[in-house]
Nanobody, 125 residues
Framework: QVQLVESGGDLVQPGGSLRLSCAASGFTLARVAVGWFRQAPGKEREAVSCITWSGGTIYSKDSMKGRFTISRDNAKNTVYLQMNSLKAEDTAVYYC??????????????????WGQGTQVTVSE
């Protein structure tokens, strides 16, 4: 059974850090692109970051560069999103998704065929 499970979401104060994990089962992440997306209340789901099969990375917004770092551990079949200097506007449900049919990144949600259930990140005093 193909499955992605996110974890690591929490309530954190502004300026704090979190590391989200995306663990896969039923298939290997090593040869596919994996993206992180987020959806804030009342807003559409948006791309955050993506990592290709070879470790190439993209970040969807300049505000995320330097604060967010995506990485992968193929031995653990897991992709991570390290988030530092968190802001209130980072509050959202964070989802990971895999492009099992491609090793390359995309910012289009429709290009991803496997999704996790999401993990809540809340940045607040």
């Amino acid at each position: 059974q193909v499955q992605l499970v996110e974890s690591g979401g929490d309530l954190v104060q502004p300026g704090g850090s979190l590391r989200l994990s995306c663990a896969a089962s039923g298939f290997t992440l090593a040869r596919v692109a994996v993206g992180w997306f987020r959806q804030a209340p009342g807003k559409e789901r948006e791309a955050v970051s993506c990592i290709t099969w070879s470790g190439g990375t993209i970040y969807s917004k300049d505000s995320m560069k330097g604060r967010f770092t995506i990485s992968r551990d193929n031995a653990k079949n897991t992709v991570y999103l390290q988030m530092n200097s968190l802001k209130a506007e980072d509050t959202a449900v964070y989802y990971c998704a895999a492009r099992r049919g491609s090793p390359y990144c995309s910012v289009r949600l429709a290009d991803y065929d496997s999704w996790g259930q999401g993990t809540q990140v809340t940045v607040s005093e």
